[in-house]
């Protein structure tokens, strides 16, 4: 198929990339800033669009993985937006992690404009992204996510419709509120473990195969251990997603106190110098003398 893909960052990149290599589509590329887009383009080939609307004209499918919902409305409803080229029966697939509202909001402009509009978060992180073995949560049509999910398969291992415009944004916000809790129990885990004097390695490999086992010990633990944060998910993309959380359950009346706890946790790391350290950091929050919560 003829696709365009919108924003180039660490997920956007290695995805678009297994369109054009793994699919065999022919893929067109946009981003903010025009030599992160040439350069993709001398390593991958493909064409480079100057704006979002020159990425989506003529295409069958276009994909988009910016920032936040101020990005996604800015390359799709704003100026030179990718909306205004979307052909009739194509599908514009937004893989972008935002509130539940702006899909509802820009499902709703497409439909006036008779093409499809899918809200695909994803989940696996950046070596998801590079390795093709994403998991997506789509919300929309079942028709259009019929059309995209083909091309989507060239990055992910699973693709599941989840309900109307919106579902697939509510979906990862389940996703996020579960790991939250989940890397805080094992940061305070490995901090207890380095407290007592347990080899802390052993103690995860033995504990990785039981209950406790899970992807975050079986991927973070030992950088935990190591004290290494440098890569990864990002506390400042993490308290953006907890803020969408708690801001939507605010308003269908979910109790979030974990949550917002972490929340709370996550902004001292952000004061600590490590907004762009990996999620798993909470630990370091535990190890600084002084830190401030339930803990003491």
Same mark, same amino acid.
């Given at each position: ?232 998910? @990002?506390?400042?993309?993490? =308290?953006? #997603?907890?803020?969408?959380? /708690? *801001?939507?359950?605010? &308003?269908? $009346? +979910? ?15 952000? @004061?600590?110098?490590?907004? =762009?350290? #990996?999620?798993?950091?909470? /630990? *370091?929050?535990?190890? &600084?003398? $002084? +830190? ?5």
């Amino acid at each position: 198929m003829d696709i365009g893909f919108i924003g180039l960052g660490v997920m956007g990149a290695p995805m678009a990339a297994h369109l054009h290599h793994r699919g065999g589509h022919k893929v067109t590329v946009y981003n903010r800033s025009p030599a992160k887009a040439a350069a993709w383009v001398d390593q991958h080939g493909g064409d480079v669009a100057r704006t979002p609307a020159d990425c989506a004209r003529g295409k069958d499918l276009v994909f988009a993985c910016v920032g936040n919902d101020d990005d996604v409305r800015a390359v799709t409803i704003g100026e030179d937006g990718a909306f205004a080229a979307m052909r009739k029966g194509s599908v514009f697939i937004d893989h972008t992690t935002t509130s539940a509202q702006v899909a509802r909001e820009l499902h709703a402009i497409a439909s006036e404009g008779g093409f499809g509009f899918i809200d695909a978060p994803v989940s696996g992180g950046q070596s998801g992204a590079e390795n093709g073995v994403l998991t997506v949560m789509c919300g929309g049509e079942v028709e259009d996510v019929g059309k995209a999910e083909g091309a989507i398969a060239s990055y992910a291992r699973l693709c599941r419709h989840l309900g109307a415009a919106g579902s697939g944004q509510l979906a990862k916000m389940v996703n996020q509120l579960c790991i939250a809790g989940v890397v805080q129990g094992l940061a305070e885990g490995v901090h207890f473990a380095q407290r007592a004097g347990l080899p802390v390695e052993a103690v995860m490999e033995v504990l990785g195969k039981g209950a406790a086992g899970s992807w975050q010990m079986e991927n973070r633990a030992s950088t935990m251990q190591a004290g290494r944060y440098e890569f990864g998910f @990002a506390v400042d993309w993490m =308290r953006k #997603d907890l803020g969408i959380c /708690l *801001a939507e359950g605010a &308003r269908n $009346g +979910a109790r979030l106190p974990l949550a917002a706890l972490v929340d709370e946790f996550y902004a001292e790391v952000q @004061a600590m110098g490590g907004g =762009r350290w #990996d999620t798993s950091s909470l /630990l *370091a929050r535990l190890n &600084r003398e $002084g +830190a401030s919560g339930i803990d003491g």
